[in-house]
């Protein structure tokens, strides 16, 4: 199986993860970068700081990408990986690839990846704001803003 689950304190590579997705007979590839916003529901963000516990994500993780390619078909490739420490804005925090032989595979497992971390790893973000304050945040999946 072809399946990349991973957490770091270093910079993430949308060129590795399409490389690991790239397969003779895979014709498509989706590519998703979660990057650190300037602005959350009205504040103006410097950076984020993410917390988690690495063992219990990479099981998640792979309990996602598992249930990602029992839905959509074995012959997927999968990258999931997320950041953890203090990020600046404009920073990755989260990669998800995924490649199969058609786009509806990709896009709609590549979609499930996100969703289900943001709802069930065990995952903490702290923005930090322009004006010194810091405030820990929920994720969500989804998020409706005004």
């Excluded at 399409?18 to 498509?28: D, K």
């Excluded at 516990?53 to 390619?69: K, P």
Aim: contains cysteine.
């Amino acid at each position: 199986m072809s399946t990349h689950v991973k957490t770091t304190d270093q910079p993430l590579s949308a060129e590795a993860a399409l490389e690991f997705c790239s397969a003779p007979g895979h014709g498509a590839a989706d590519l998703f970068i979660g990057r650190v916003r300037d602005l959350n529901q009205g504040r103006e963000v410097e950076g984020v700081s993410y917390d988690l516990h690495s063992v219990l994500c990479e099981r998640v993780f792979a309990e996602i990408c598992a249930e990602a390619r029992e839905e959509w078909g074995e012959p997927l490739h999968i990258w999931l990986e997320h950041r953890h420490g203090r990020l600046g804005v404009g920073e990755a925090s989260v990669i998800a690839a995924v490649s199969s032989p058609h786009r509806d595979e990709s896009f709609r497992a590549c979609r499930y990846l996100i969703e289900q971390m943001k709802h069930r790893a065990p995952i903490w973000k702290q923005e930090h704001y322009v004006d010194g304050d810091s405030e820990w945040v929920q994720g969500h999946a989804l998020c409706q803003h005004g």
